[in-house]
């Protein structure tokens, strides 16, 4: 009688390594990764003579300001989120000077002259939540949305999507976003 030795099965594990290496090489390569894209703004130029803001009339600067509290004030007047969109939309459309042929304003002394000199002051406290800051940076920016928006139907009766390049330039002109970022300030 024979007997059969048996030995145990192996796998050659010498090319596994090589296998892996080269999966880990097409995957890197064929993936994409997306880069974050951060708040879409354009920076105004650089302010050259230092007293850029000395010009401004105060009832053409809305002053909004998030404090350690996460609280939200307008003027000195705490103010919810929801209120925000509102008030600029109020603010920047007042026509004070009654210049403004396409305002639909209420003409308040106390509140800004024209669209164009409209000027948001936005500040916030070292403490203020990142989240809080970027919710209101969306209400402004809805608010102007809303303005354009209804210009646009008023003077081209077309959406903003529809508006080709020079009409949306002129949108923009009509109702020219300006936001004011001041520095943080610290409260302790």
């Keep these: 009688m024979k007997s059969f030795r048996r030995y145990s099965a192996t ?10 290496f080269l999966l ?11 880069a974050d894209k951060g708040i ?15 010009n401004i009339p105060e009832r053409n600067l809305l002053r909004i300001a998030m404090n350690e509290k996460q609280e939200i004030m307008i003027e000195d007047d705490i103010v919810s ?3 925000i969109e509102n008030i600029v939309e ?44 970027i919710n209101v940076q ?3 920016t809805k608010a102007y949305y809303n303005l354009r928006e209804r210009y646009a139907k ?22 020219p976003f300006k936001v004011s970022e001041v520095a943080v300030k610290r409260s302790n």
């Design 11 to 20: 796998v050659n594990a010498g090319s596994m390594a090589d296998i892996a």
């Design 24 to 34: 880990l090489i097409f995957f890197l390569v064929t993936t994409t990764i997306s």
């Design 40 to 54: 879409l703004r354009h920076l105004p130029p650089i302010c050259e003579s230092g007293t850029c803001t000395d």
């Design 81 to 83: 989120i929801d209120e």
């Design 90 to 133: 109020a603010y920047v459309d007042n026509n004070s000077l009654n210049s403004c042929d396409y305002c639909d304003g209420e003409q308040s002394k106390v509140s800004s002259d024209h669209p164009k000199k409209a000027v948001i002051s936005l500040s916030h406290d070292a403490l203020t939540k990142y989240e809080l800051f």
């Design 138 to 140: 969306d209400e402004i």
């Design 154 to 175: 008023q003077v081209f009766n077309k959406l903003p999507s529809q508006l080709d390049k020079n009409e949306l330039e002129m949108v923009r002109k009509a109702y």
